[in-house]
């Protein structure tokens, strides 16, 4: 089964891979991540888990993988992580790179080779492609303005300088001198309004200083016809097209590769030994010097591209500098470089209501994901149905839970385990019930003639040949979701089997069943390896198959076409092991927990333990105190010490009124209903009444003005937010007791029902992470407060429904609506 071990990392080769001729040979990169932080879980997903789980893919089908990645150690975020914690940039990348190396193996990360780029090899080939560059005069000097620091006696590079975005209607106040982080733009220093030195936060000035420029207008038509052919060939995602679109629209300009630093790789030019490459000319170089430690026959990946594809996966702020620059740099070289193939591209991870950032510390980081306690297999599986693919997506720990809890614990796990269960049943003892297999798979002659098998088999057939197609194309998503189908499936299998009643009444059908259900369990093993590996590596120590052997989904051995026969998976007489639950729930106060513990940013967090570490012991203390002088430092013969009964003050014992509670969020009580039955007023031709549930036993009826945007048909068994504390209204004489919450486009020609997950529970309340507290029993109409309330609910631009900018939350995930973004909300 592709690669199982647990960590797939380097150490556990033995021979390196090379090209075989007339095989399929991919070469798949992530992106490089930079060395000054832990990556958080944005990072994961956007690069080394992508990547990890196409590589796991290909070696499933057979095809002749290496998967390369490393940390970018050079430039100057290293030099001023090197600043910030008083050591020298070699200290600061060993320290890091462990910490990368450890997370990604925790993650089962499968490289082949993890490596760095602060290393000898990156020097050499980074400077023979250099070379190359300057004999094919693809090389300019100029002279450029540059900020300069009088203070600390340097040039600021980059990453040195923060100051105002210049991009008209941004105005970021914390842009980096290379790009504004807000807007995405890429800038120069002398751009910035008001630039302040990172060191020492005094404005630096201008001053002239020479650089070597890559001709990036010279090799333009070189560049189209790479783009034009391959955009195509390769199924470019579509953000990584608009981007590289969008940098060729405004017109290619002379690109600086060079940079005033200490730590990079030197520059082999006479007139500039005082200087080293630009970070971003010599990183994705690390990909081909990170390959030449894996084999010194690195050329034979690298430099053939008739035999081999070259896949690279990548957050979206990454896109030029892969489908433009760096291939301007190969293109110049003059050389048969092994040209990237397909970019797989992903949007931005948020978290619960903010942005993911390394730099200041917000976020799930992945030595945090480690110390939750909850299986790395989850983590895999959670990121990947969120993986950010067209969009930038959400994490909440309620969402979290609901996947964990409804998909892989009520699907996946409860049909893996029922079937493997029944089949371990001794019927000969008495906890057996008379049912079950010893724990060996039953013989089922006649299969493909039992008529629900066989329909079955062909479901599963044409699932598979789907996942196929989607994985081929690299829809991961995609392919997780359709591998998730094939377990439904095999649950609803199992339901109209009613195997538990066959036992008795037709033992030959319900060994066809278990037989063919046990096959599904491994086949499911197989699909979900890519994603999920240490899952995989359960169900067959369960299933009582040897973890080492490669199962393969193979086009040559017929392992595909098998999937119409999944009996034929596992041999009759197979003794299976142990089963066992593969998956735990996760419950409310775990959530919770979480949520309380990564609020914030990493620097609140450490503060916030030190405050409750300072206040525990200030009460031990006082405890002390008390004990002390209420014995006269005598304590009493048993050793214990009487609770006194606590006495109330005057204002405790008798509260005062309270005033009137802040007009917010909290005092609406928003619902999770279902509407059980719509039907048109009789009375009114733009109103509909329908009855909802929302968890009261008793259904609510409601009247909405929804006819002219909604058809009936769609209002019918459908879950909706639930406003439930209006004061009751009668209209057209028949009273409303609660509002239905809609989103309205900016011209009211568009209007749809705000609607929270499926798998959200009818009647639990709608939240709003940050406002907690009770709502009113019943809205006062004369206190505006819904008035007040609604004036700042609306849509976002990823159609999630907000309060200000916080997301109408439930235990299942966010509230969403299908296609209005900037809508108001009532």
């Known amino acids: 089964m592709g690669d199982l071990s647990s960590s797939g990392c380097a150490a556990d080769r033995k021979v390196p891979k090379l090209p075989i001729p007339g095989k399929r040979n991919i070469l798949i990169t992530s992106a490089l991540p930079y060395v000054n932080n832990v990556p958080h879980l944005g990072n994961i997903i956007g690069c080394v888990l992508s990547a990890d789980v196409y590589a796991r893919y290909c070696r499933l089908r057979g095809y002749n993988t290496i998967y390369i990645c490393g940390t970018d150690e050079y430039g100057t975020a290293t030099e001023t992580k090197a600043l910030e914690e008083n050591c020298t940039p070699q200290q600061i990348c060993d320290?890091?790179?462990?910490?990368?190396?450890?997370?990604?193996?925790?993650?089962?990360?499968?490289?082949?080779?993890?490596?760095?780029?602060?290393?000898?090899?990156?020097?050499?080939?980074?400077?023979?492609?250099?070379?190359?560059?300057?004999?094919?005069?693809?090389?300019?000097?100029?002279?450029?303005?540059?900020?300069?620091?009088?203070?600390?006696?340097?040039?600021?590079?980059?990453?040195?300088?923060?100051?105002?975005?210049?991009?008209?209607?941004?105005?970021?106040?914390?842009?980096?001198?290379?790009?504004?982080?807000?807007?995405g733009k890429l800038l120069n220093p002398t751009e910035l309004q008001d630039p302040k030195c990172k060191v020492c936060q005094n404005t630096p000035r201008i001053r002239d200083t020479n650089h070597l420029f890559l001709e990036?207008?010279?090799?333009?038509?070189?560049?189209?016809?790479?783009?034009?052919?391959?955009?195509?060939?390769?199924?470019?995602?579509?953000n990584?097209?608009?981007?590289?679109?969008?940098?060729?629209?405004?017109?290619?300009?002379?690109?600086?590769?060079?940079?005033?630093?200490?730590?990079?790789?030197?520059?082999?030019?006479?007139?500039?030994?005082?200087?080293?490459?630009?970070?971003?000319?010599?990183?994705?170089?690390?990909?081909?010097?990170?390959?030449?430690?894996?084999?010194?026959?690195?050329?034979k990946w690298w430099k053939n591209p008739e035999n081999v594809e070259l896949y690279q996966f990548m957050g979206k702020d990454n896109v030029p500098f892969h489908t433009v620059m760096f291939p301007s740099t190969l293109l110049g070289t003059g050389e048969n470089w092994t040209m990237m193939k397909t970019i797989s591209v992903t949007e931005y991870l948020n978290y619960e209501a903010g942005k993911f950032s390394k730099s200041k510390g917000v976020g799930v980081f992945g030595n945090d994901a480690k110390d939750t306690n909850i299986p790395v297999e989850v983590w895999r599986y959670y990121l990947l149905t969120n993986r950010p693919e067209v969009s930038d997506t959400l994490f909440t720990w309620a969402d979290l839970q609901a996947k964990l809890n409804s998909e892989l614990l009520n699907n996946l796990g409860n049909f893996i385990n029922r079937v493997l269960s029944f089949i371990a049943k001794d019927p000969a003892l008495e906890d057996g019930k008379g049912v079950g297999y010893c724990s060996v798979i039953p013989e089922a002659?006649?299969?493909?003639?039992?008529?629900?098998?066989?329909?079955?088999?062909?479901?599963?057939?044409?699932?598979?040949?789907?996942?196929?197609?989607?994985?081929?194309?690299?829809?991961?998503?995609?392919?997780?979701?359709?591998?998730?189908?094939?377990?439904?499936?095999?649950?609803?299998?199992?339901?109209?089997?009613?195997?538990?009643?066959?036992?008795?009444?037709?033992?030959?059908?319900?060994?066809?069943?278990?037989?063919?259900?046990?096959?599904?369990?491994y086949l499911l093993a197989c699909l979900l390896e890519p994603f999920m590996p240490s899952f995989s590596l359960e169900v067959l120590k369960q299933l009582n198959l040897p973890t080492e052997t490669q199962v393969l989904l193979s086009d040559e051995k017929g392992d595909i076409e098998r999937a119409r026969r999944p009996w034929e998976f596992l041999p009759a007489g197979h003794k299976i092991g142990t089963p066992e639950p593969l998956f735990k729930e996760l419950t409310d106060e775990e959530v919770e927990l979480f949520r309380q513990k990564f609020a914030g940013s990493q620097a609140d967090r450490i503060l916030k333990a030190e405050a409750e570490a300072k206040e525990l012991a200030e009460k031990l203390q006082k405890t002390e105190v008390s004990v002390s002088r209420a014995y006269g430092n005598r304590v009493p013969k048993d050793g214990r010490v009487k609770k006194q009964r606590p006495t109330k003050s005057a204002a405790e014992a008798k509260p005062k009124a309270s005033a009137e509670a802040e007009i917010s969020i909290c005092r609406l009580d928003i619902r999770v209903g279902l509407i059980t039955k719509a039907q048109?007023?009789?009375?009114?031709?733009?109103?509909?009444?329908?009855?909802?549930?929302?968890?009261?036993?008793?259904?609510?009826t409601v009247v909405s003005g929804l006819v002219k945007y909604i058809p009936l048909e769609d209002m019918?068994?459908?879950?909706?937010?639930?406003?439930?504390?209006?004061?009751?209204?009668?209209?057209?004489?028949?009273?409303?007791?609660?509002?239905?919450?809609?989103?309205?486009?900016?011209?009211?020609?568009?209007?749809?029902?705000?609607?929270?997950?499926?798998?959200?529970?009818?009647?639990?309340?709608?939240?709003?992470?940050?406002?907690?507290?009770?709502?009113?029993?019943?809205?006062?109409?004369?206190?505006?407060?819904?008035?007040?309330?609604?004036?700042?609910?609306?849509?976002?631009?990823?159609?999630?429904?907000?309060?200000?900018?916080?997301?109408?939350?439930?235990?299942?995930?966010?509230?969403?609506v299908s296609s209005i973004c900037g809508g108001t909300i009532k």
Request: hydrophobic residues 35%; contains cysteine; negative net charge.
């Open 680 to 700: 048109k007023h009789p009375d009114a031709d733009s109103l509909y009444v329908e009855e909802i549930d929302v968890g009261e036993g008793q259904p609510r």
């Open 95 to 183: 320290k890091y790179h462990a910490i990368h190396k450890e997370v990604y193996d925790w993650f089962n990360i499968s490289f082949d080779e993890f490596g760095r780029t602060s290393t000898p090899q990156q020097t050499e080939v980074c400077q023979a492609i250099f070379m190359k560059l300057l004999e094919n005069n693809w090389l300019s000097e100029n002279t450029m303005q540059q900020l300069y620091c009088d203070t600390c006696k340097r040039f600021l590079a980059d990453r040195l300088v923060e100051g105002v975005c210049p991009t008209q209607g941004c105005n970021y106040d914390s842009a980096r001198g290379d790009q504004c982080e807000k807007c």
């Open 716 to 816: 019918q068994n459908r879950k909706v937010c639930v406003l439930c504390n209006l004061k009751p209204a009668t209209m057209r004489g028949i009273k409303s007791q609660a509002m239905v919450l809609a989103a309205s486009s900016s011209d009211h020609s568009k209007v749809e029902l705000v609607e929270p997950p499926q798998s959200a529970h009818v009647g639990e309340r709608v939240t709003f992470p940050g406002f907690e507290g009770s709502p009113d029993d019943v809205l006062n109409p004369k206190k505006k407060v819904w008035e007040t309330v609604q004036l700042d609910l609306h849509t976002d631009k990823e159609l999630v429904a907000c309060y200000k900018d916080v997301p109408f939350s439930t235990s299942a995930g966010v509230c969403k």
């Open 240 to 299: 990584a097209i608009q981007s590289t679109n969008a940098w060729l629209k405004e017109g290619l300009r002379p690109r600086c590769i060079t940079r005033d630093l200490k730590w990079g790789v030197p520059v082999p030019h006479d007139n500039f030994k005082d200087k080293v490459f630009y970070v971003w000319f010599d990183a994705p170089i690390g990909y081909v010097s990170i390959t030449s430690c894996y084999t010194s026959e690195w050329e």
């Open 216 to 238: 990036l207008p010279l090799l333009k038509d070189k560049l189209e016809e790479y783009i034009n052919h391959m955009s195509v060939a390769g199924s470019w995602s579509q």
């Open 445 to 521: 002659p006649g299969a493909e003639s039992h008529p629900l098998t066989k329909t079955f088999g062909e479901t599963v057939g044409d699932y598979v040949q789907q996942y196929l197609e989607a994985m081929e194309k690299v829809k991961l998503k995609l392919g997780l979701k359709i591998a998730m189908a094939i377990s439904g499936e095999g649950n609803a299998y199992l339901q109209e089997s009613k195997f538990w009643k066959l036992y008795k009444e037709d033992y030959h059908s319900c060994s066809v069943v278990l037989k063919t259900a046990a096959g599904l369990v």
